[in-house]
């Protein structure tokens, strides 16, 4: 069983380091070739965003600790600054919070005890939760091998020993699925992701969800994601949800972004795939005394513009 102790911070002897680099190459390769650059798009860089708002700009426990490990080990700390400022921690955290109250709920009542995140990034979802909840039985992080496996040696630098399997591989193809299948036991799963509805085509997204059903199918569960901004077009003319936009659009160089669609259609996209859809209102108590000054203001407009959370299970059998 996780023992919670072992997430406090220690130093970790040079053999202990080496053993998880050694890991971490074992598990995705050390060359180029075959560590997920070639398939990752223009999308992966997002993801430093997010772990350097959590960093600076919030409170979220771990992040300050995991994003200094992070930017030791990739030595990426100029790039990322060049992304540019971050004016959007409001619309990061929100997400953060939200997802994380809802499966500590279902995981405290029982309607899950696996867990897999998504495209994680580099958030510190899996060291946060583990420390707490101790119904977790399996917890599997995920995204293209090119971010997981910085992840991953940041992740067993911070704390030795964590109970997370880490499964590279793009979320649209089965053979994924195929390999998180293989680590889970026949138990009801929390599947989320976060920071990727929104970078998803329509096709894409129907092929993540034929591979979410089917894993459902087999050992129950639900999918959630956090609301988005093209599911929002009544906003889509406001000038501070614009700059959110125009923003990630900036560091993405996608046009999956400038797609939009009422909040009826998407239901009814998602039924049509054969979801019972669940909405959650997404209120959180955000640390907005640490956002920059002049985009305090956004996340009251945020807290108030009608976000829900997507939830989505299948019909029970008769
Ligand atoms: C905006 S980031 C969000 C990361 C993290 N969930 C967060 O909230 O900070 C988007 C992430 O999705 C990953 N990603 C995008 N498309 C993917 C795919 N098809 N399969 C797996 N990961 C994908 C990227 O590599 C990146 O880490």
């Not at 798009?41 to 350097?52: E, H, I, K, L, Q």
């Not at 771990?62 to 004016?87: C, M, Q, T």
């Not at 995920?142 to 992740?155: G, H, I, R, T, W």
């Not at 293989?182 to 920071?195: D, R, T, W």
Request: net charge negative; glycine share 6%; proline share 4%.
């Amino acid at each position: 069983m996780f023992n919670p102790e072992s997430m406090q911070k220690k130093s970790r002897t040079p053999e202990e380091i080496r053993k998880n680099s050694e890991r971490a190459n074992a598990d995705f390769g050390e060359t180029s070739e075959g560590d997920g650059t070639k398939e990752k798009d223009s999308v992966f860089p997002t993801a430093f965003m997010t772990a350097r708002c959590f960093a600076e700009q919030t409170q979220i426990p771990n992040a300050k600790e995991l994003y200094k490990i992070f930017l030791e080990k990739s030595g990426l700390e100029k790039e990322i600054n060049a992304l540019g400022d971050i004016r959007t921690p409001h619309f990061m955290e929100l997400r953060y919070l939200m997802t994380e109250k809802i499966l500590r709920s279902s995981l405290e009542n029982g309607e899950i005890s696996q867990v897999i995140e998504l495209a994680s990034g580099f958030t510190p979802h899996s060291i946060n939760m583990l420390a707490t909840e101790q119904e977790i039985e399996t917890y599997i992080e995920n995204d293209f091998a090119v971010n997981l496996k910085m992840k991953q040696l940041a992740v067993n630098d911070f704390i030795s020993g964590i109970p997370v399997v880490f499964i590279p591989g793009n979320i649209v193809d089965s053979a994924t699925w195929s390999k998180f299948e293989g680590q889970l036991e026949g138990k009801p799963v929390g599947i989320f992701c976060e920071g990727l509805m929104m970078y998803l085509s329509r096709e894409a997204q129907i092929k993540l969800l034929k591979n979410v059903k089917e894993l459902l199918a087999k050992y129950g569960g639900y999918f959630m994601h956090e609301d988005i901004l093209k599911y929002h077009p009544e906003l889509k003319e406001n000038p501070r949800f614009n700059r959110i936009t125009s923003q990630i659009k900036k560091v993405s160089g996608t046009g999956a972004l400038d797609e939009s669609f009422s909040q009826d259609d998407i239901k009814r996209f998602y039924e049509e795939q054969g979801f019972i859809v669940d909405r959650i209102d997404e209120k959180a108590e955000l640390s907005i005394d640490t956002y920059p000054e002049d985009v305090r203001g956004d996340a009251v407009e945020l807290l108030n513009a009608g976000f829900k959370m997507w939830k989505l299970s299948l019909p029970k059998e008769k």
